[in-house]
């Protein structure tokens, strides 16, 4: 982890929640009391039981929100990415971080202390009102992954592991997704809880299918609507 110091209005990242919705004034306060951290790929940013210091704000990069599951296999929660912010499941009153968040890859992640975050929640209803409609749709989106999860079989949850990959990243020119490269299949099968050869045995029957082409870690969609209809249920 190194240390960096880029002030909030240089920021270039639009989507910042602080940047959004807060004052002038508390966008600077927020850049004094603030402290940028660079972190490498499959570096731990906090650990899942850990104390809860404060919240992070994802300025760069990609990073994997995931929680312990049984026989010690992760389960992927959230892929968060710039503009996002981590640490706001551990505001509970049990005062700890339920998950564990890594970096997928090189990152830039802004840290403020919880008292400091508190503090602009008072005093910002606007930044208050967009976090809870945030909360609630990361809640919505979880209760139907879940159901997901209950209900599908291997097919379907690697179909929807890529789908929600899509949703997340796009596509290139090419039709390939985009930062796939920063993902193994281990992160793969993690989105839906499986294992890295269920997915690349299931991704090998894609292929065969001519819904996708795959190259190393690229894959390129070939049918998109052929992939949806496997998971419409």
């Known amino acids: 982890m190194i240390k960096n110091n ?14 959004k919705y807060c004052s002038t004034e508390l966008i600077q306060k927020m850049d004094e009391i603030k402290i940028i951290n660079r972190f490498s790929k499959k570096q731990l940013i906090f650990h899942e039981g850990n104390p809860t210091d404060g919240i992070y704000f994802i300025q760069k990069g990609i990073i994997k929100v995931f929680k312990k599951g049984a026989f010690n296999k992760n389960q992927i929660v959230r892929i968060s990415t710039e503009g996002d912010f981590l640490g706001h499941r551990g505001f509970s009153t049990n005062n700890t971080y339920p998950v564990s968040a890594e970096s997928l890859s090189d990152s830039l992640v802004c840290f403020v202390g919880k008292m400091f975050f508190y503090k602009i ?6 930044l208050t009102i967009n976090l809870m409609l945030f909360l609630a749709d990361e809640i919505n989106y ?8 209950a209900v599908f079989n ?6 929807k592991a890529i789908i929600m990959l899509i949703e997340k990243f796009g596509l290139n020119n090419a039709n390939e997704i985009n930062y796939l490269e920063e993902f193994t299949r281990q992160d793969i099968a993690e989105l839906v809880g499986l294992n890295p050869n269920q997915v690349t045995k299931i991704l090998a029957e894609f292929k065969e299918d001519n819904i996708i082409e795959t190259d190393n870690k690229k894959i390129k969609i070939i049918d998109l609507k052929k992939l949806e209809k496997i998971i419409l249920i």
């Open 6 to 19: 880029i002030s909030c209005f240089n920021c270039p990242n639009s989507n910042c929640f602080i940047k």
């Open 142 to 149: 979880e209760e139907a992954r879940l159901r997901d999860m």
């Open 154 to 159: 291997v097919r379907e949850k690697v179909a």
């Open 121 to 126: 929640l008072e005093e910002t209803p606007k």
